[in-house]
C-alpha cells in the first residue's frame, strides 16, 4: 500500500524591499508625525508669559514691606550711635586730665620718696647734728611721711574716679563696636533690597511709567511723553508761582512746556500757543501725554495721565499736583507726540 508523503516544503515568498523597507517606511512615518505635531504646536514648550504691571508692582509692595522696616530700624541703631559715640568721646576728654593729674602726682610722690629714704640716714643725721633746734629731724620725718600720705591719698582718689570713667567707656566702646557691626548688615541688606526694587521697575514695560508722586501710567505710547509724564510727576509738591517755567517752582504752561523741553519738543510758555501747537484729539482718542485745556478762553492747561487724572500747577497757594479732570470745564485735548 502505498505510503502518503508531506509535500516538500517551500519557503515563504519575499517581497521585494523585505524588512528594511518596512523598517523605513515606519520611520518615515514617525518623521511626518512628529513634524506634523510640531507644526500644531503639540511638541512646543508652553512659553513664559511676561509679569504683567499688577504683579511687577505687587512683588515691589512685597519688598518695600522688608524694606521699610530695614529703614527705621538702620536709623535706630544710626541714632543711638550718634549718641553713645558722643558719650565715648565726652569720657575720653575726661579721662584724659585725670590721667595727666595721676601720673603728675606719682612723679610727686617719686620725689619725696627719693629725698627722704634714697638719701639714706646719714643725711638725716648730718642736718640734725648741724641744726641747733632738736627734734627738727623728726618733725621733717613726719612732716615727709604726711606729705606722702596725702600725695598717696590723692593719687588714690583721682585713679579710682579715672577707671570709673575708663570702665564706662569700654563698656561704651563695646556697645559701638556691636552697633557698627549692626549698622553694617542693615546697611547691606538695605542695598540688597534696593537693588531688587530697581530691578523690578525696570522690569516694567516700556510703555509703562512709574514715578514717585503721580500713580503708575501704562500704555504710554510715545517715547516723549513717558519723558514728558515722568519730568512732570517728579515736580509734584513744587510751588505754584506766576510765570515760572521751572525748575523748582512752576505755572500751568510752565510746567508742560519745561515737561515737554526734556522730551525735546519745544512749547511756548502760553495755553493759547499750545493749543495751537499741537493737534486735536477727542476725549476718547484722549492718551497719556496729551494736553488738556480748560475754559473756553483756555486760561489752563494741564498734562494727562488717562482714566481722567492729569498732573499740573493749579493756581498761587496750590503746589503741583495730581487731580481729576472733571473739576473745571474741558476745552479739549491736543496732541505734541
Not at 585713679?159 to 547691606?188: C, F, G, P, W
Request: aromatic share 4%; proline share 6%.
Amino acid at each position: 500500500m502505498p505510503v502518503a508523503t508531506m509535500p516538500p516544503h517551500r519557503p515563504a515568498p519575499v517581497r521585494p524591499g523585505g524588512p528594511g523597507r518596512a523598517r523605513r517606511v515606519t520611520h518615515r512615518l514617525i518623521v511626518l508625525l512628529a513634524a506634523a505635531l510640531v507644526g500644531a504646536g503639540a511638541l512646543t514648550a508652553p512659553a513664559h508669559a511676561e509679569p504683567s504691571v499688577d504683579e511687577i508692582e505687587a512683588a515691589i509692595d512685597k519688598q518695600w514691606e522688608q524694606l521699610e522696616p530695614t529703614i527705621e530700624k538702620y536709623n535706630e541703631v544710626r541714632s543711638k550711635l550718634r549718641v553713645n559715640r558722643k558719650k565715648s568721646a565726652d569720657l575720653a576728654k575726661k579721662i584724659q586730665p585725670l590721667a595727666l593729674e595721676s601720673e603728675l602726682a606719682m612723679g610727686r610722690v617719686g620725689q619725696l620718696a627719693s629725698r627722704h629714704y634714697m638719701s639714706g640716714p646719714a643725711t638725716d643725721i648730718g642736718a640734725l647734728l648741724v641744726d641747733t633746734r632738736p627734734g627738727q629731724l623728726a618733725e621733717q620725718l613726719t612732716m615727709l611721711d604726711r606729705l606722702a600720705a596725702h600725695e598717696r591719698k590723692q593719687i588714690a582718689g583721682v585713679l579710682a574716679v579715672r577707671d570709673k570713667y575708663n570702665a564706662q567707656k569700654q563698656k561704651l566702646d563695646t556697645l559701638i563696636a556691636s552697633q557698627v557691626e549692626q549698622e553694617a548688615e542693615l546697611a547691606a541688606r538695605k542695598k540688597k533690597i534696593d537693588a531688587e526694587i530697581k530691578r523690578l521697575k525696570a522690569s516694567m514695560p516700556k510703555t509703562t511709567v512709574s514715578v514717585s508722586g503721580c500713580p503708575t501710567i501704562n500704555g504710554v505710547v510715545s517715547a516723549a511723553a513717558r519723558t514728558a509724564i515722568r519730568v512732570a510727576c517728579q515736580q509734584v509738591g513744587d510751588p505754584y508761582v506766576w510765570g515760572a517755567t521751572g525748575p523748582n517752582s512752576f505755572d500751568c504752561s510752565g510746567l508742560t512746556q519745561y515737561a515737554y523741553k526734556a522730551a525735546g519738543i519745544s512749547l511756548t510758555h502760553f495755553t493759547g500757543a499750545q493749543w495751537n501747537e499741537g493737534r486735536s484729539v477727542s476725549r476718547s482718542e484722549a492718551r497719556p501725554g496729551d494736553l488738556v485745556f480748560f475754559y473756553s478762553d483756555l486760561h489752563h492747561v494741564g498734562l494727562y495721565l488717562g482714566n481722567g487724572i492729569m498732573v499740573h500747577a493749579p493756581r498761587t497757594g496750590k503746589p503741583v499736583q495730581v487731580s481729576s479732570i472733571n473739576n473745571q470745564p474741558i476745552a479739549g485735548f491736543r496732541r505734541v507726540t
